[in-house]
């Protein structure tokens, strides 16, 4: 809560603001594209580039908030300030969970919220953030981020430290299903299967430190074929069960063969 409220104050200016003079006049007042949900409006959300980018989950926010205050900035700049204070708890978990792997701690202690407030804070306050999160057109930025943060947790939840298997795949599921969405917001999602990767080296030591043995059988998330062979030999060993199993059932003696005279 206390992260929360930290990352939304410095941004209650912005809740006052007008449209910027750059980008959103073209993007949010002279454009009719997304002012409803119907055929024709989602079909427009989800084809169109317009200004250059792909960004479908972006202009459907958008039209809910044209829904709830038409051509007024104000619920524009509302959701960018709930969706960025959103941000820095979702980085604070993110934060506390990884430093809680590094430092190898199953616990987690008073220490550990402090550090991963520490870093949440130092996101949410610096000033790179003020163009996401007043300038409404970067409403992308703050969306993106939002599902990308979320697929990171789900990743953490999906995996177990030094251990290349997978330790969920509804997890994993989720974690996959909230990356299509932050690509859906802004194409900058790409960027998280090179997080990942040095994620899985460090903390998670998932995989080794030389890129080149990253491809090897034992460093991938697959099932380990020595131990199936393993499993496949012992239930040959089994005893059979059932009707004409065990006594009532033994092999006949060998055949043996007088010598020819």
């Not at 809680?100 to 616990?107: C, K």
């Not at 060993?237 to 009707?243: A, D, E, F, M, N």
């Amino acid at each position: 809560v206390l992260v929360f409220i930290a990352a939304a104050i410095p941004f209650f200016p912005a809740l006052s603001a007008e449209f910027v003079n750059f980008d959103d006049g073209k993007l949010y007042l002279q454009n009719d594209g997304f002012h409803g949900f119907t055929g024709d409006h989602l079909r427009w959300m989800f084809t169109t580039t317009y200004m250059g980018h792909y960004q479908p989950l972006t202009w459907f926010s958008a039209a809910v908030d044209f829904q709830i205050s038409g051509t007024n900035p104000s619920s524009y700049h509302r959701t960018n300030v709930l969706l960025h204070a959103l941000n820095g708890v979702l980085l604070y978990f993110a934060a506390m969970r990884l430093i809680g792997i590094a430092r190898r701690e199953a616990l987690v202690n008073t220490p550990l919220r402090v550090a991963a407030a520490l870093v949440a804070l130092l996101f949410a306050v610096h000033p790179l953030r003020v163009e996401s999160v007043a300038w409404v057109s970067e409403r992308r930025d703050v969306l993106s981020t939002f599902f990308l943060l979320g697929s990171l947790l789900a990743y953490l939840r999906a995996v177990r430290p030094d251990e290349p298997r997978l330790r969920s795949v509804p997890w994993y599921l989720a974690t996959c299903g909230l990356l299509v969405l932050s690509l859906l917001s802004k194409a900058w999602g790409m960027s998280f299967f090179v997080v990942i990767a040095l994620l899985n080296v460090y903390p998670l030591r998932r995989l080794p430190s030389r890129v080149s043995q990253w491809l090897r059988p034992q460093h991938l998330p697959l099932p380990q074929p020595r131990r199936q062979c393993s499993f496949a030999r012992s239930t040959r060993t089994l005893p059979r069960r059932g009707p004409g199993a065990g006594e009532g059932r033994r092999r006949p003696p060998p055949l043996e063969l007088e010598p020819s005279t």
